[in-house]
């Protein structure tokens, strides 16, 4: 049986499935199943990336990437999917919800718990680090200047943008459960902007929401200024669920490690702040499973009760 006819038969369940689930059962009513589709249907199937951004600028930088793979695929549609913050997107791969995943390194580990498995990396694993911004008139020099104040991070599970400058302060001698006072306000450019309000000594995050918000906040950014930056370690995974067709999976596999090939696909690139798709699997992020648990023995329980 060729993959593409497996391709087929999957779609055609998914198609009844679907139809089951959303309408209404009434009494005597014969169900009738069709062998294909319905023309001009395609099936769609979620890809939900982890909360970068608010949804609406998440839609802007991550949607010229879905048009052009839905270009290259005819019986699935993908939809691009936003979550209101870090919880909101964990708890859809526990539920193994999405057919397909963009999350941080940490999530990567946890959705494997869950039926997911790795098919690329998005971005250049040197531009995943952490960063800290502070305003210019804060008078913050040394992160032990940080003692006794508070300080901004999108969630406690934020790779990037919390664990890793955690560990960063914690290397410069300070205990951050301790010492400092954290708060976890939802969102990368959240945790930019209670630096900018005064709300926050520093904020934590990493290059690509911090390029971003000096290209659409222009103003405020340049009150603020980066002080200090993590070493680097593997970026974001792409995951698919284990039930979705391999066929399907390499089809959207190869699309993603063909954009940075064209112009389309560069300008798409460009608008998520990425270089590239490189290729990768589970194996790529086992150092990160490494690094966590030295973190978690030395600095933190990364899941907050």
């Given at each position: 049986m060729t993959a593409q006819h497996l391709l087929g038969k999957w779609l055609v369940a998914v198609c009844v499935t679907l139809l089951l689930a959303c309408s209404p059962k009434l009494p005597d009513q014969e169900l009738q199943y069709q062998s294909t589709p319905p023309a001009g249907s395609p099936v769609r199937l979620r890809f939900a990336v982890h909360p970068l951004h608010n949804p609406q600028l998440l839609a802007q930088a991550y949607q010229p990437m879905i048009d052009l793979l839905n270009a290259e695929l005819t019986a699935v549609q993908l939809d691009l999917e936003a979550s209101r913050d870090y919880q909101a997107f964990e708890e859809k791969y526990a539920t193994r919800g999405p057919?397909?995943?963009?999350?941080?390194?940490?999530?990567?580990?946890?959705?494997?718990?869950?039926?997911?498995r790795v098919i690329a990396m998005a971005g250049d694993p040197d531009d995943f680090r952490g960063i800290f911004i502070v305003r210019k008139d804060s008078g913050i020099r040394s992160p032990t200047d940080l003692r006794g104040k508070v300080i901004s991070y999108p969630s406690p599970t934020a790779l990037a943008a919390a664990i890793m400058p955690q560990y960063f302060l914690h290397t410069q001698g300070l205990d951050v459960r301790q010492d400092t006072r954290?708060?976890?306000?939802?969102?990368q450019e959240s945790a930019i902007m209670n630096v900018y309000l005064g709300q926050a000594a520093a904020g934590?995050?990493?290059p690509p929401p911090w390029r971003l918000f000096q290209s659409s906040h222009p103003r405020e950014a340049a009150e603020l200024m980066q002080i200090w930056q993590t070493p680097s370690l593997v970026n974001n995974s792409v995951m698919v669920r284990d039930d979705v067709p391999p066929e399907l999976a390499r089809l959207v596999q190869t699309g993603l490690l063909a954009l940075s090939h064209t112009a389309a696909g560069q300008a798409a690139l460009l608008q998520m702040q990425a270089a590239a798709f490189h290729p990768a699997d589970d194996s790529t992020y086992q150092v990160v499973a490494q690094y966590v648990q030295r973190f978690e023995r030395e600095v933190r329980p990364v899941e907050q009760p």
């Open positions: 057919a397909f995943l963009l999350p941080n390194p940490w999530q990567t580990l946890q959705a494997m718990r869950h039926g997911y954290s708060v976890y306000v939802g969102s934590a995050t990493w």
